[in-house]
């Protein structure tokens, strides 16, 4: 068909031969928009799979209010004058060990303030926990009594 | 002229619709392999999300539980007064590679520990492995050692974990009655407080497979 493009160079025909031409390139588009749909296809289904379950993150800010009431309930039983002491600890120890063993095996950072220090009783205290992860931030504050100790 | 024109643009053309078919092939062998949530391993997602809760929760049992096999108890059921060198109470299987401590088989864990009982009925019974490792700040409270309680085995890569930490305080008590500050042969050393109330605090992580 070229080469007969080539014989014949009167404008009739080559108003023919570009006619093939336009029909070729629609076709050619279509293609390339069919490509684009398979190719965005596969984006999609490669995001759906690599999402990851993200409730885990719940239950582990869970697991940390339980270790940090026990840390503290227990030792408010074992300290002498825990009115005066235990506000000392959380800040001296208690906070930056917790903060350490947690960040050795997770990616996340935890910090324990004391509350209203003045208020600490026999039996009580108040801590304000700050949990950061990639993907879950949240601050509480938690009312410990000596009973949470096992 | 113009007819050569005409050409370079079916040339184009041409070559525009060779790379769709080149694309299309490989398009076509890309989404042949078939990449189910299972394809990785041996569960699916859900099911080993579901086993991770399940251990965690053991965990969390375990260190609610006040009994005297809690997991604190656990932490620091340490026997200096047997027959045997120093070492966790009753374990009689041999110390993982690389560590000093004898370790547990699964039955004496469960006659030990309210976790090794749960871990038992629930995972040992159904064929399931795991190691019970002690993770620990050491004396400079800089680095991080560990010693295992448990182990049958290096875990495979498609294993996972759970871990609940535990406060040890100066004057806890051992299995033997002594205070944990006290004892020279325990493998978790007393870590750099400024109050020395604090002893340590232990990171028990169940690795399951």
């Given at each position: 068909?070229?080469?007969?493009?080539?014989?014949?160079?009167?404008?009739?025909?080559?108003?023919?031969?570009?006619?093939?031409i336009i029909l070729i390139g629609a076709i050619a588009v279509?293609?390339?928009?069919?490509?684009?749909?398979?190719?965005?296809?596969?984006?999609?289904?490669?995001?759906?799979?690599?999402?990851?379950?993200?409730?885990?993150?719940?239950?582990?800010?869970?697991?940390?209010?339980?270790?940090?009431?026990?840390?503290?309930?227990?030792?408010?039983?074992?300290?002498?004058?825990?009115?005066?002491?235990?506000?000392?600890?959380?800040?001296?120890?208690?906070?930056?060990?917790?903060?350490?063993?947690?960040?050795?095996?997770?990616?996340?950072?935890?910090?324990?303030?004391?509350?209203?220090?003045?208020?600490?009783?026999?039996?009580?205290?108040?801590?304000?926990?700050?949990?950061?992860?990639?993907?879950?931030?949240?601050?509480?504050?938690?009312?410990?009594?000596?009973?949470?100790?096992? | 002229?113009?007819?050569?024109?005409?050409?370079?643009q079916?040339?184009?053309l041409?070559?525009?619709?060779?790379?769709?078919?080149?694309?299309?092939?490989?398009?076509?062998?890309?989404?042949?392999?078939?990449?189910?949530?299972?394809?990785?391993?041996?569960?699916?997602?859900?099911?080993?999300?579901?086993?991770?809760?399940?251990?965690?929760?053991?965990?969390?049992?375990?260190?609610?539980?006040?009994?005297?096999?809690?997991?604190?108890?656990?932490?620091?059921?340490?026997?200096?007064?047997?027959?045997?060198?120093?070492?966790?109470?009753?374990?009689?299987?041999?110390?993982?590679?690389?560590?000093?401590?004898?370790?547990?088989?699964?039955?004496?864990?469960?006659?030990?520990?309210?976790?090794?009982?749960?871990?038992?009925?629930?995972?040992?019974?159904?064929?399931?492995?795991?190691?019970?490792?002690?993770?620990?700040?050491?004396?400079?409270?800089?680095?991080?050692?560990?010693?295992?309680?448990?182990?049958?085995?290096?875990?495979?890569?498609?294993?996972?974990?759970?871990?609940?930490?535990?406060?040890?305080?100066?004057?806890?008590?051992?299995?033997?009655?002594?205070?944990?500050?006290?004892?020279?042969?325990?493998?978790?050393?007393?870590?750099?407080?400024?109050?020395?109330?604090?002893?340590?605090?232990?990171?028990?992580?169940?690795?399951?497979?």
């Amino acid at each position: 068909m070229v080469t007969d493009r080539r014989r014949e160079t009167d404008g009739s025909t080559n108003n023919r031969n570009r006619g093939q031409i336009i029909l070729i390139g629609a076709i050619a588009v279509a293609f390339i928009i069919l490509g684009i749909v398979l190719v965005f296809n596969g984006v999609l289904y490669t995001e759906t799979l690599s999402t990851g379950s993200s409730s885990q993150s719940a239950s582990d800010a869970a697991t940390t209010e339980t270790e940090i009431t026990q840390g503290i309930a227990c030792l408010i039983e074992r300290l002498d004058d825990p009115a005066n002491e235990t506000e000392d600890v959380i800040t001296d120890d208690f906070s930056d060990r917790y903060q350490d063993a947690k960040g050795e095996s997770k990616p996340e950072v935890t910090s324990i303030a004391p509350v209203e220090p003045e208020n600490f009783g026999d039996d009580n205290a108040t801590v304000e926990v700050s949990y950061n992860s990639n993907d879950l931030e949240y601050t509480t504050t938690l009312e410990i009594e000596e009973a949470n100790c096992p | 002229m113009i007819g050569q024109r005409d050409r370079a643009q079916a040339f184009t053309l041409e070559g525009f619709i060779a790379s769709i078919v080149l694309l299309v092939a490989v398009l076509f062998a890309l989404q042949a392999v078939v990449i189910a949530p299972t394809t990785g391993g041996l569960a699916d997602r859900t099911t080993q999300a579901q086993l991770q809760q399940e251990a965690q929760d053991a965990l969390s049992v375990a260190s609610q539980d006040s009994q005297d096999d809690n997991l604190s108890a656990t932490v620091l059921n340490w026997d200096t007064d047997g027959e045997d060198e120093a070492g966790f109470t009753d374990a009689n299987e041999p110390a993982a590679p690389g560590q000093g401590e004898r370790t547990y088989s699964p039955e004496g864990f469960a006659d030990q520990s309210q976790l090794g009982k749960i871990l038992e009925e629930r995972f040992s019974d159904d064929g399931w492995s795991y190691n019970v490792e002690l993770v620990y700040a050491d004396e400079d409270g800089d680095e991080f050692e560990s010693t295992y309680l448990m182990y049958q085995g290096s875990a495979p890569s498609d294993a996972f974990t759970a871990s609940h930490t535990v406060t040890l305080y100066n004057n806890s008590e051992m299995a033997n009655g002594d205070a944990v500050e006290n004892d020279t042969t325990y493998p978790i050393p007393e870590t750099d407080t400024t109050s020395d109330r604090i002893y340590n605090l232990v990171e028990v992580r169940v690795i399951l497979w």
